[in-house]
């Protein structure tokens, strides 16, 4: 019994687990993380190792070699927005008998932010496309649209830009200056958005983000804050960021 006891002991000793979560967190939502555990002995493998969520989900790694890390996927569900406490993983197995399973608690101390739980909203902003939204297009450079204007070639426009006929008639060769539609931004206000009260208004906010942030610079009022409008996937991550941690005391 001592001997297995020990055995037991150490085949969970100096094993790290970790839990790695995903870029984008939605509070309800079930998201995928990456549970990990690390083996930092130097010789000796680890064996039929259990990693638990404090919420019940768990993964089993038959075998953890020695300086070695082994991982999976967990679905974890967030149910309020904010700054939320990563909470408690269990370590434990059953090495080497069977006979009694011996555990090992591991708090860990991050946080993960987590977004408001997007719902669709028919308006584009405060309600008023037109005003708070930004409604409308914006001329600017392209390759594409009406023509705008003819200029000198500078050598760094394609080819089939030069306007041949224009060209004939003058020393050099000319350019055709087109321009394109250049969505205006989308300034978003919960406040002035429907819904019921402050977290349906927030939710709304974050399909709206999750909808335009792509395709169209976004940005947003938050109290007496403005957050300038941006684009692309990153600028609607900071974002949803303020959203998650919007009032959330």
């Known amino acids: 019994?001592?001997?297995?006891?020990?055995?037991?002991?150490?085949?969970?000793?100096?094993?790290?687990?970790?839990?790695?979560?995903?870029?984008?967190?939605?509070?309800?939502?079930?998201?995928?993380?990456?549970?990990?555990?690390?083996?930092?002995?130097?010789?000796?493998?680890s064996f039929l190792i259990s990693l638990a969520y404090h919420t019940g989900q768990s993964l089993v790694f038959p075998v953890v070699p020695n300086n070695a890390t082994r991982n999976d996927s967990i679905l974890?569900?967030?149910?309020r927005r904010g700054a939320v406490p990563v909470g408690r993983i269990t370590l434990s197995s059953p090495y080497p008998v069977g006979f009694f399973r011996r555990?090992?608690?591991?708090?860990?101390?991050?946080?993960?932010?987590?977004?408001?739980?997007?719902?669709a909203s028919l308006l584009s902003g405060s309600g008023n496309e037109s005003l708070a939204a930004g409604g409308g297009f914006r001329r600017a450079r392209g390759l594409s649209g009406e023509l705008e204007r003819i200029y000198p070639y500078s050598g760094s426009e394609p080819l089939r830009m030069i306007h041949w006929k224009h060209s004939a008639r003058s020393l050099d060769f000319l350019v055709k200056g087109f321009?394109?539609?250049?969505?205006?931004?989308?300034?978003?206000?919960?406040?002035?958005?429907?819904?019921?009260?402050?977290?349906?208004?927030?939710?709304?906010?974050?399909?709206?983000?999750?909808?335009?942030?792509?395709?169209?610079?976004?940005?947003?009022?938050l109290g007496d804050r403005v957050l300038s409008a941006g684009i692309g996937k990153q600028h609607g991550l900071l974002l949803l960021k303020e959203l998650a941690l919007y009032d959330s005391n």
């Open 179 to 221: 321009g394109r539609s250049v969505a205006a931004p989308l300034i978003i206000n919960p406040d002035l958005m429907s819904g019921q009260g402050l977290e349906e208004r927030l939710s709304r906010a974050a399909w709206l983000i999750q909808r335009w942030v792509r395709e169209r610079p976004v940005g947003m009022i």
């Open 103 to 119: 555990y090992w608690s591991f708090d860990i101390i991050d946080t993960v932010t987590v977004f408001p739980r997007p719902i």
């Open 1 to 45: 019994m001592s001997v297995t006891g020990l055995a037991g002991m150490y085949n969970i000793k100096k094993l790290i687990p970790d839990l790695i979560p995903p870029e984008e967190i939605y509070a309800g939502i079930p998201a995928p993380f990456r549970l990990s555990v690390k083996n930092s002995k130097r010789i000796i493998p």
């Open 76 to 79: 974890l569900t967030f149910n």
